[in-house]
C-alpha cells in the first residue's frame, strides 16, 4: 500500500511561506511527478513527505494514518537523493543492507534481499566495492538499491537523475521507469525538467511557488493547460505566449500556440528567420513576426528554411486562449 | 595555477623555513643536550653547546630519585582519559551546532572560544576550593575533569569544523534508512569523521600531557603527572640543570614520539576544511 493524502499543508520558514497550504492525493501504485521551477517549493514538499521536514500546519496521511508527527524512519517510505548519500565508507553491500540492519532483520533475510536487489539492479560484481570506487550511473543503483530492499509503501526521488550525464540519463529514466512497472509501488519524483515529467508521470504536479498550478495526467497537461503558467511550461520548446491585438482577435488576453502546431507556408504572421536549427528529424526556428515578436516553430527535418528567409507562419493547428488573470478559456 | 619557483628561490625559503625551525627547537635540543652534562658543565660560563664530559648519570639518578613510571601513568590516564571524556560530550554538542544549528549558535561558539582567552590564573583560586571541598585535590579523576573543561572548547570547535563538511544529505539518507539518532552518530557520522576525530584526539592528548598550571596547582603526589615531576626537580635543594634537562627530557619523549609519528594525521586534521 502506498496511498498518500495532503491535506491544506502548509510549511514557512520564518516569514516566508514557501508551501502555502497544499491539498494532494496520491493513489497506490501512482507515479507522480512534481515538477516546477528552482525554487517552486517541489522539493520542500517531497522532505515534507519523507518527514526530513516538519509541517507548518496541515496533515499528511500515508496509507490512512496520520503520518505528521512522525520521524521519516517510522513513516515506510524510502529517499532516493539527488547526490545519491551513499555512505562512503561502508561497501556497496553494507550501502545496499543499511536499512535492513537498522530494522534489526534477521542476516539471512537481509542477504537474500541484498543479493536479490543487486541482480535488478546489476550490482552483483559490484557488492564489495566502496561507492567511490564506481560510477555515477552505479552510484544512482545502489542509491535505488538501497531504497528498494526496505520494500517501502512508497518511493520518494528527489531530482535523481541531475547528476548524470544526458546518455546516461535516459538509461536511468527507463530503468527507473520499468522499476515501476514492475514493483507497482508508489513513487514520487521530483525533477526540474519536464522530458522526464512527461515520460515518466502518471500524473504530474505542476507547481509554482509553493501552488499547486496543475495536477493531471501528462497528455491532459499537455493539451489542456489550465493557465499560461503550465501553458509555458509543459512542452519544449516553450508554447509561444502571445499578447496584445493578436490576441484581442481572439478574443483573448493571452493566446498561446505550440511551434510544433505551427505550420510554415501559407499564413497570417509573416516574419523573418532568426536562428535555424537543423538536428535532422526536426528543425527548430525562430521567426521574429513584427508586432507579435518571436515566434518559434518546430518543423520537419526536411524544413529547408534558413536563417534571413522571409517566411509566413499558420498557427491554425491549435489556439490556447487565456484571460487577463492567465486562466484557460473555454 | 601552480607557481613555479627559481632554484635560488626555492633554496632561500628552505633555509628560511630550516633557520625558523632551528630556532623553534633549539630550547628543545639544549635542554636534551644539557641532560646528557654534568652539572657543573651545565652552567659553565660561557655557556657550551658541546661538552667532552657526555654522561648518562643524570637519567640514572632521576630514575633512581623519583617514581617515573606513576608519573608516566598519571600523565597518559590524564591525558587520555580528559580526552575521551571530552569527546563524548563534544560529540554530541557539535553534532548539534553543525547539523540543527540555532540562532545562536556561532555565538555560543565563539562564547566557549572566549573562554581560552581568559588567563587560567583569574580563576585559580574559586577552582582550587571547589576541587579542595569536593576531594578531587589530587585525584586523576579531578585532573581527568579539570582538563577536559579546559580543552572542550577546542575539542567541539575542531569536530564542528569536521562535521559541517559531511554532508547533511548522508545524514538524512540514514534517517530514512530508519537510524535513530544514536545509529546516525555511531553508524554514519562518526566513521565519516574518523579522521577529524583522530586528530582531535591526538591534538588533546598533546595539549593534556604539556598542561603544567592546573596539573601543577590541582596535584600534591598521587595523581601528580609529568609536569609535576619536572617541577619536582626544581626544588629545595636549588636548581640543578643537567638533573632538571634529563627529568624533562623523560618527560617530553613518550609525547614527541607520539607527535613525531602522528604529524601528517595532525597537520592534516588541523588544516582541515582550510581549503576545498
Partial sequence: ?330 | MARSLSPRRKMMMTLSAWTVALIIFFPVLWMILTSFKTEVSAVASPPQLFTADWTLDNYAEVWARSDYPRFFWNSVVISVGSTLLGLAIAIPAAWAMAFVPGKRTKDLLMWMLSTKMMPAVAVMIPIYLIFLRTGLIDTRIGLVIALMLMNLPIIIWMLYTYFKEIPAEILEASRMDGASLWGEIVYVLTPMALPGIASTCLLNIILAWNEAFWTIVLTTTKAAPLSAFIASFSAPQGLFYAKLSAASAMAIMPILILGWFSQKQLVRGLTFGAVK
Avoid at chain 1, 100 to 106: E, F, Q, T, V
Avoid at chain 1, 170 to 186: A, N, P
Avoid at chain 1, 235 to 241: D, I, Q, R, Y
Fill in chain 1, 1 to 330: 500500500m502506498g496511498q498518500i493524502t495532503l491535506n491544506q499543508v502548509r510549511k514557512s520558514f520564518g516569514e516566508v511561506d514557501v508551501i502555502p497550504g497544499v491539498d494532494l492525493d496520491i493513489k497506490d501504485g501512482e507515479f507522480v511527478v512534481f515538477v516546477g521551477p528552482s525554487g517552486c517549493g517541489k522539493s520542500t514538499l517531497l522532505r515534507l513527505i519523507a518527514g526530513l521536514e516538519d509541517t507548518t500546519s496541515g496533515t499528511i496521511s500515508i496509507d490512512g494514518k496520520d503520518a505528521t508527527a512522525l520521524p521519516p524512519a517510522k513513516r515506510g517510505l524510502a529517499m532516493v537523493f539527488q547526490s545519491y548519500a551513499l555512505y562512503p565508507h561502508m561497501s556497496v553491500k553494507k550501502n545496499i543492507g543499511f536499512p535492513l540492519k537498522m530494522a534489526g532483520m534477521d542476516p539471512a533475510e537481509a542477504e537474500k534481499r541484498i543479493q536479490r536487489a543487486a541482480s535488478v539492479l546489476n550490482l552483483t560484481n559490484y557488492l564489495d566495492r566502496k561507492p567511490g570506487q564506481l560510477s555515477g550511473g552505479q552510484r544512482q543503483r545502489v542509491a535505488i538499491g538501497r531504497a528498494i530492499v526496505r520494500e517501502p509503501a512508497a518511493f520518494l526521488f528527489d531530482e535523481p537523475l541531475s547528476n548524470l550525464d544526458a546518455a546516461l540519463r535516459v538509461g536511468m529514466r527507463q530503468e527507473i521507469s520499468e522499476l515501476h512497472q514492475s514493483l507497482k509501488t508508489t513513487m514520487i519524483y521530483v525533477t526540474h525538467d519536464q522530458v522526464e515529467a512527461m515520460t515518466m508521470a502518471d500524473k504530474i504536479v505542476v507547481l509554482n511557488a509553493g501552488r499547486i498550478e496543475q495536477v493531471g495526467s501528462p497528455l491532459d497537461l499537455y493539451h489542456n493547460p489550465k493557465n499560461v503558467f503550465v501553458a509555458g511550461f509543459i512542452g519544449s520548446p516553450k508554447m509561444n505566449l502571445i499578447e496584445g491585438p493578436e490576441a484581442a482577435k481572439h478574443g483573448a488576453h493571452t493566446i498561446g500556440a505550440r511551434p510544433e502546431h505551427i505550420t510554415v507556408g501559407d499564413g497570417p504572421w509573416e516574419g523573418v528567420v532568426g536562428l535555424s536549427e537543423h538536428l535532422g528529424s526536426d528543425s527548430f526556428i525562430k521567426v521574429d513576426v513584427p508586432g507579435i515578436g518571436i515566434i518559434n516553430v518546430r518543423g520537419s527535418g526536411e524544413l529547408g528554411v534558413h536563417h534571413g528567409d522571409r517566411v509566413k507562419l499558420n498557427p491554425a493547428g491549435k489556439i490556447h486562449r487565456f484571460d487577463a488573470n492567465g486562466l484557460a478559456l473555454a
